[in-house]
């Protein structure tokens, strides 16, 4: 019965199907390709007062990365406080901010319009973002790990004490 118990929940754990992005650039992130590493999914916004937290993402993807960590940032207007176009929020983030981790273009997070990703979130672990920089991990088997609002930076211990036994030495 307790195996059953484990079979079901890895199921639930795992992503239903394969799960891809557009990147700014036109290319595609697909989260299967990070398989084996851990992931960390956020909205972002350009114009929002947590924009900031850029700075953050690009520090994890700097302390992490050559250790196999992905910083994904997906640009939403959900809360309208992102940019007119994609063109305007990679220049925004690429060139002004310095950003260099993987950024989607401008993406629905939130409700029937969501991405299928966002929508997993919602229906099978109970969380959507409830405004900018909500930040979700997945773990290395496609499993979710853990989910935080905007108010949480992305470096702080609660995070990172969760993504650092996920990487190799």
């Known amino acids: 019965m307790r195996l059953l118990a484990v079979i079901i929940f890895l199921l639930l754990a795992l992503p239903a199907e394969a799960f891809t992005f557009t990147a700014i ?9 990070w398989r084996g590493r851990p992931v960390l999914v956020v909205n972002t916004a350009s114009l929002c007062g947590f924009t900031p937290q850029f700075a953050d993402l690009q520090a994890l993807h700097d302390r992490y990365a050559d250790r196999g960590l992905v910083v994904l940032a997906v640009s939403s207007d959900d809360f309208r406080q992102e940019l007119d176009d994609d063109q305007a929020v990679e ?6 901010l310095g950003v260099e981790v993987p950024l989607t273009r401008i993406t629905p997070v939130r409700g029937a ?4 990703f966002y929508r997993w979130l919602a229906e099978q672990h109970g969380v959507e973002p409830t405004w900018n920089f909500n930040k979700a991990l997945i773990g290395p088997g496609g499993e979710f790990l853990g989910f935080w609002g905007s108010t949480t930076r992305p470096t702080s211990a609660r995070i990172t004490d969760l993504i650092e036994p996920l990487l190799p030495r």
């Open 91 to 96: 220049q925004y983030c690429r060139v002004e």
């Open 25 to 33: 650039d036109g290319a595609t992130y697909d989260l299967d390709d």
């Open 113 to 116: 319009d969501a991405h299928p």
